[in-house]
């Protein structure tokens, strides 16, 4: 794994669903919302889960087709994904939660004066109105949704734009996330990809394909402070 101190991080970029909040139940609901309201049956929560990570468009192709890959009919899709958004707006962080120590963890890093931002496939509208609602939009300088940039992850776009904004060097820089999505704009844009244990993607699996293996996986947001804070601090 790469030396990780305090003095070569200088910047922390982070995920948000699964990531810094677990946002399932309220995207679940919303998906079996806009089935019934397109006179489909409903699906497990887990299945949504799986289908969640590369953005609300994406999303509800798959919520529409319970497939990965497949695209519903144009005239259907856009029945659905404006029925999705209206009501996932209106819904989102009814159940919504941060994770346990996620406060905790973004608080200890703006201890240290590193600028933190958000780089999340979701759209940037609803990105900005859930971290409001969570009180976490404060401790971010940036917030980047799928549809900010011309390009969204894996795409190294967004992370390089970040690092720009930030005005650090991209490799002085981790992006912290859950999915492959994130470790794989990491790896392209050359800045440290860090896994969380906890979200919806399996960090065992990823890290047994080189190209999806984070440099680090950590079990809390609390531990990046552990491992960033300087030396003389650490009895």
């Known amino acids: 794994m790469t030396q990780i101190t305090l003095s070569h991080i200088q910047a922390a970029a982070f995920d948000l669903d699964g990531t810094l909040c677990d946002s399932i139940p309220d995207l679940a609901a919303a998906a079996n919302a806009t089935r019934r309201h397109m006179g489909l049956p409903a699906l497990p929560d887990k299945v949504v889960e799986s289908h969640v990570g590369d953005g609300i468009a994406k999303l509800v192709h798959r919520v529409l087709t319970d497939t990965r890959e497949e695209e519903a009919p144009q005239a259907q899709w856009e029945e659905a994904f404006s029925f999705f958004v209206k009501y996932y707006r209106e819904h989102l962080s009814d159940f919504t939660r941060s994770y346990p120590e996620t406060e905790t963890g973004l608080g200890l890093l703006k201890s240290l004066g590193i600028p933190l931002a958000v780089v999340t496939n979701k759209n940037e509208l609803l990105a900005v109105e859930l971290l409001k609602q969570l009180n ?29 904004v930030l005005g650090v060097d991209v490799k002085n820089m981790i992006m912290v996330g859950d999915s492959h999505n994130d470790i794989l704009a990491a790896k392209a844009a050359g800045c440290i990809s860090v896994g969380v244990s906890f979200g919806y993607g399996n960090m065992m699996e990823l890290s047994k ?5 984070p440099d680090w996986v950590i079990n809390s947001l609390p531990e990046i402070y552990e491992n960033l804070r300087p030396q003389k601090e650490q009895g």
């Open 136 to 164: 976490l939009a404060d401790y971010f300088s940036l917030i980047l949704g799928g549809d900010s940039l011309s390009e969204k992850k894996p795409s190294p776009l967004p992370l390089q734009h970040t690092a720009q």
């Open 209 to 213: 394909n080189s190209a999806t293996k």
